[in-house]
């Protein structure tokens, strides 16, 4: 399991959740997407998300 | 043919007529002072969406709740479970004569390896519901409302069952009981809950009740029907778990709440109406009856266009139902493959690209394929999505 943030045009516009089955999940930055809600327990824990080059 | 005739002061009148046939109708006024037409009657009533378990865009059939995290079933339905322990599987059935009357679907919750619960384990059957539409029950302050839940229910067991109505920040709750008195026959249960006078309740987006269905809990989850607290409680002291008792199931449709501490009749919407209330929280680009992920060319998104500077092509794609909020989103090729669009361009076809989402919104969203290999060709790209902006 990794989360990747991604970048559009040079600006940071969610991130990319990808699961140990490999499916990957795009998620937006809404306080409001449970998904986001896990990203943000998991960066709380300690965890850096992937940079997209 | 009787009947009894109320005429107002100046003018007006009302009937209340009792058939010539045989038979004995009831009508049922509210237990507390308020008025029959406007209190729960008008305009749709049920909280509750899909309680009837029509609607099944994930075409999940079979779903297998061996976690602790949120297993979707049928529409708005989960299921949630603990690791390593007792498992059950949610069956979407639709099978003719196997439905209690006017209904056509119900789920199934079976268990296959059964587990006495212990301390804080718990199995069970949920729906989360949106605050926007409690904010009229006003939980949380002094004028709170009450709700009356009803459905039906069929059961290998009998004896006392149990469940929870709980608030989305998961600190106020409040069990209920029901009774299944003859095995394998469908029960029709009602259940009203006083409203809750304290705690927060979203009134916007966000999770404000969840409706608990207990498969079986452990005594520390389980507490005394009809007392709010702040205790995590999902069933009721003394209910018999299913998930005990191997093989065992309990079959659930009907489900409504409504305000008031009566229970009318469940609410039969149209098909349309319940799929679009249903795609608030989870939408395709698939069939309604084709399950993502698989090989299906009906619903593709297809879009001819110019690949830029930078070797990526872009769409926009939107929603049929603007969404709770703005949603996740998955990739499927037209083979069903994960993660991944098609596109063909000149001397490259049939090429397997990437997605990445840039601006999602509750409308739409805006999409690329990247290192496309070439700069300011024709092309074409295609495949399927889902956006999910469940609870």
């Known amino acids: 399991m990794s989360y990747k943030l991604v970048k559009f045009e040079n600006k940071i516009t969610g991130v990319q959740h990808t699961a140990d089955n490999g499916l990957i999940t795009h998620i937006p930055f809404d306080p409001a997407n449970t998904d986001y809600q896990e990203y943000l327990e998991w960066v709380a824990e300690g965890n850096t998300p992937e940079e997209e080059e | ?391």
């Open chain 2, 1 to 391: 043919m009787a009947s009894i005739k109320l005429k107002g002061d100046t003018s007006g009148e009302v009937t209340i007529q009792a058939p010539s046939v045989a038979g004995t109708n009831t009508l049922t006024l509210p237990a507390t002072s308020s008025t029959l037409a406007t209190q729960n009657s008008l305009g749709v009533r049920n909280l509750i969406i899909n309680g009837d378990m029509r609607i099944n865009q994930r075409g999940n059939y079979s779903t297998t709740v061996n976690g602790t995290g949120v297993f979707y079933s049928v529409d708005r339905w989960l299921g949630r479970g603990k690791a390593s322990a007792g498992v059950f599987n949610i069956l979407a059935n639709s099978s003719l004569g196997e439905q209690p009357d006017r209904f056509t679907n119900h789920v199934v919750l079976d268990v296959t390896t059964a587990s006495t619960p212990t301390s804080n384990d718990s199995y069970s059957f949920q729906q989360f519901i949106e605050g926007y539409n409690i904010s009229k029950l006003n939980w949380g302050t002094s004028a709170a409302k009450s709700i009356t839940l009803s459905f039906w229910a069929k059961s290998t067991l009998t004896g006392t069952f149990g469940g929870s109505v709980a608030n989305g920040d998961y600190n106020r709750f409040n069990p209920f009981s029901y009774t299944i008195s003859a095995a394998n026959t469908w029960e029709y249960k009602t259940v009203t809950i006083t409203g809750d006078t304290s705690g927060s309740w979203s009134t916007t987006n966000g999770n404000s009740m969840r409706v608990i269905f207990s498969i079986g809990a452990g005594s520390g989850r389980l507490g005394t029907a009809g007392t709010w607290t702040s205790s995590v409680l999902e069933g009721v002291t003394g209910q018999t778990n299913h998930i005990a008792t191997n093989g065992s199931n309990l079959r659930i449709t009907g489900v409504q709440i409504e305000e008031g501490t009566s229970a009318t009749p469940f609410e039969h919407l149209q098909f349309g109406q319940q799929l679009a209330l249903c795609q608030r929280y989870y939408e395709k680009s698939y069939d309604i009856n084709t399950a993502p992920a698989t090989n299906a060319t009906k619903g593709l998104e297809l879009v001819a266009g110019t690949i830029d500077a930078n070797q990526n092509f872009y769409q926009t794609v939107r929603f049929a139902v603007p969404k709770r909020a703005n949603p996740s989103i998955n990739f499927y090729k037209s083979d069903g493959t994960a993660n991944t669009w098609r596109y063909d361009r000149s001397g490259a076809s049939n090429q397997s690209g990437t997605p990445s989402v840039g601006d999602n919104g509750d409308s739409s969203f805006y999409m690329r394929i990247p290192s496309t290999g070439a700069t300011w060709v024709v092309a074409t790209m295609s495949g399927q999505w889902t956006a999910n902006a469940e609870l």
